[in-house]
């Protein structure tokens, strides 16, 4: 019986981190009906794949998600019939995925969504042609949507399915002064900055901040503990880093984003998505200039936003001011519009499950539009652009996962201590 005809809408979720786990996740809420829809949540087993602390920690009220491989995540599709697939991965994952769904025989194809975790401030082209074939395509804001469509349509490729939306973690009371509390948190970031210098220096001015003001409670805001690892690989942890006496007033604290904003009187960061959570919550928001305008940190994004500042100018009690339309611009949903956000992608994907059948799915990448880069996109995941996933033998599959756990605690741990060593 078609799957419109049942009374759970069925979502599959594959991530590929924590950060994608809790986007894909919270976005599956948004883009169904609330009191019929079961989500099934899958992560990829690699480098970045989440523990079950942060998986905890995220929060999204969904059931914790199975470790596969693509190829195992195909067949639980092609064997569990679902409804809408949500692929919350970077960009050359979900175009092995897409392929790979194109590539089987289905009595009736899932409705597939993806989009992008947070702000988009690098490898814009690359990254959308990658995830073009999906039905829906998330932009975060009214920008990103403007600039998604400027893409596709700019190399010949349809852009109907970029469908305007917002970051689905977004929300929160509004902020409200405490009297007798004033706590300032820096959110930091894995890769924003890279180096150890950079990210020693942000440190020190953090440290500095709270012994300019005893009276103030400084927190540094962790992504991850040691030897976890997020959508990006971070090779010198603060928390090794914060070595030495340290003020009172100073600590290093862990857990959900949205908990830590509830007692923020003042959010600090370079680029961080948090910044955008802070905003939408009325919470008072620096964007650091101290390491410049750059593309590489990705602060660049809040050019115009009345946000960028230093540290010289936040110890001497500067608070920046957002503009309102820089703000309306980037999906923030200060305003309260947030609660419609989801209209049109909840009716998007409403619309295509009652189709009598969708559309094959159609990549912009194919073997003729891209013979020299499709082929490596595709066989990292042992998948090519005509054929059905593989099945692994028992044997095979100890195998590989012994070969896949040798190589993460590679990643994870040899090699950020050689690299270490290399900078003695």
């Known amino acids: 019986m078609p799957s419109r005809n049942r009374e759970a809408v069925r979502i599959a979720v594959l991530a590929d981190s924590d950060t994608r786990w809790k986007w894909g996740a919270l976005t599956a809420r948004r883009i169904s009906p609330p009191s ?52 919350a991965l970077v960009g050359g994952t979900v175009q092995a995925m897409l392929h790979g769904l194109a590539g089987m025989v289905l009595p009736r194809r899932p409705v597939v969504v993806t989009g992008y975790v947070g702000v988009v401030y690098e490898k814009l082209a690359d990254g959308l042609l990658l995830r073009h074939g999906a039905d829906v395509v998330l932009a975060n804001s009214a920008a990103d949507a403007r600039r998604f469509r400027a893409v596709y349509e700019g ?102 984003m949205g908990e830590v904003l509830d007692r923020t009187d003042l959010l600090v960061t370079v680029s961080s ?49 957002p503009d309102a339309a820089w703000l309306a611009d980037q999906g923030v949903a200060a305003d309260g519009s947030y609660e419609t956000a989801f209209d049109a992608a909840r009716a998007r994907v409403l619309d295509l499950r009652a189709t009598p059948a969708l559309p094959p799915i159609a990549p912009y990448y194919t073997p003729g539009t891209a013979p020299g880069y499709l082929p490596g996109v595709l066989s990292r995941h042992r998948l090519d652009a005509t054929t059905e996933p593989p099945a692994a033998s028992p044997v095979r599959r100890l195998l590989r996962d012994a070969a896949r756990g040798l190589y993460r605690h590679g990643v994870q741990r040899v090699a950020p201590a050689i690299r270490r060593l290399g900078e003695l």
């Open 36 to 87: 019929d829809t079961r989500v099934t949540g899958f992560v990829l087993r690699g480098r970045a794949t989440p523990t079950a602390r942060q998986l905890a920690e995220v929060g999204a009220d969904v059931a914790a998600p199975r470790e596969v491989t693509g190829a195992e995540f195909l067949r639980a599709v092609r064997d569990e019939a679902y409804d809408v697939v949500v692929l």
């Open 155 to 256: 190399v010949g490729a349809d852009a109907s399915a970029v469908v305007e939306a917002a970051l689905p973690f977004l929300g929160g009371a509004p902020y409200a002064p405490v009297p007798d509390r004033d706590t300032v948190v820096f959110a930091a970031q894995p890769s924003v900055p890279a180096t150890r210098a950079d990210r020693a220096y942000l440190l020190r001015r953090l440290v500095e901040h709270a012994r300019l003001h005893p009276h103030r409670e400084v927190l540094l805001k962790l992504r991850s503990k040691p030897g976890e690892h997020t959508t990006h690989v971070e090779e010198h942890p603060y928390q090794k880093l914060a070595r030495g006496p340290l003020p009172p007033n100073f600590r290093l604290v862990h857990g959900h």
């Open 273 to 321: 998505t948090a910044a955008l959570e802070a905003l939408h919550r009325g919470v008072p928001t620096a964007v650091l200039t101290d390491l410049g305008v750059r593309e590489v940190l990705g602060n660049h994004h809040f050019i115009g936003s009345g946000l960028l500042t230093s540290w010289d100018r936040l110890d001497g009690g500067h608070r920046p001011r």
